[in-house]
Structure formats: C-alpha cells, structure tokens
C-alpha cells in the first residue's frame, strides 16, 4: 500500500519561506498524481496545489500562485513544496496525499474526497 511522509513545517515569520517534503513509498511514483493539502482551525481541508509526476502537470490555488512551487523528483519517490512570501492565512497543518484515479491525476484542484493515501501532517505557522 502506498504510503506518505510529509516533513518540513515549522514557526516563520511572514515574509519567509519553507519548503516541505512528501516522501512516497509502496507504490509505482508515476501512478499517481501528488496533492498538498492544508486544513487551518475551523475550516475545511483545502488543496493548496498539486503535481502528476509522470508528465510534470501542476496545479496552483489562486492565493497561492506566484509564493508556491511544486515540484517533483522521481528518482528519490519525492514531491516538494516550496513556499516564499509566506502570510499568516497560510497557517495551517499541510498534507501530503496521493490519488491513483487518471482522471485526478491530469485535472486541476481536485478535491480531497478523491485522493486516498495520506501522509500524517506537518504544521506551518506563520507568525511574527
């Protein structure tokens, strides 16, 4: 079964930069499309962008373009979000998650309901 390990959040201030990691293993990388995810206290889980590894395909979030970077590495099984300019609304927990459905895989701002490998959580906050 495919699993997910996201890793790299932590406490910044605004204006600064993280970048997270999704390490997948149990699976064929280039089957499935890759999502970040970000959930913050009291509001739904929403995609924050996504990657198809096997074609390079990428999704943004309107609030997110221009700050965000996806970006895949298929020799290490890894997907890495690169966040700058980071705002305090970017405060939230950030998941890494996987879909194995072609059609996600090639769509934009697919929704969480349609990915079914989930990585733990890696808590970004963004404060001074």
């Known amino acids: 079964e495919v699993q997910l390990q996201a890793s790299g959040g932590g406490l910044v201030q605004p204006g600064g930069s993280l970048r997270l990691s999704c390490v997948v293993s149990?699976?064929?990388?280039?089957?499935?499309?890759i999502g970040w995810f970000r959930q913050a206290p009291g509001k739904e889980r929403e995609v924050v962008s996504s990657?198809?590894?096997?074609?390079?395909?990428?999704y943004y979030t309107e609030s997110v373009k221009g700050r965000f970077t996806v970006s895949g590495d298929n020799a290490k099984n890894s997907v890495y979000l690169q966040m700058n300019s980071l705002e305090p609304e970017d405060t939230a927990i950030y998941y890494c998650?996987?879909?194995?459905?072609?059609?996600?895989?090639?769509?934009?701002?697919?929704?969480?309901?349609?990915?079914?490998?989930w990585g733990q959580g890696t808590l970004v906050t963004v404060s001074s």
């Open positions: 998650a996987a879909t194995d459905r072609r059609w996600a895989r090639l769509a934009a701002g697919v929704t969480a309901a349609y990915y079914d490998y």
């Open positions: 990657i198809s590894p096997k074609d390079g395909r990428t």
């Open positions: 149990g699976g064929t990388f280039d089957d499935y499309g």
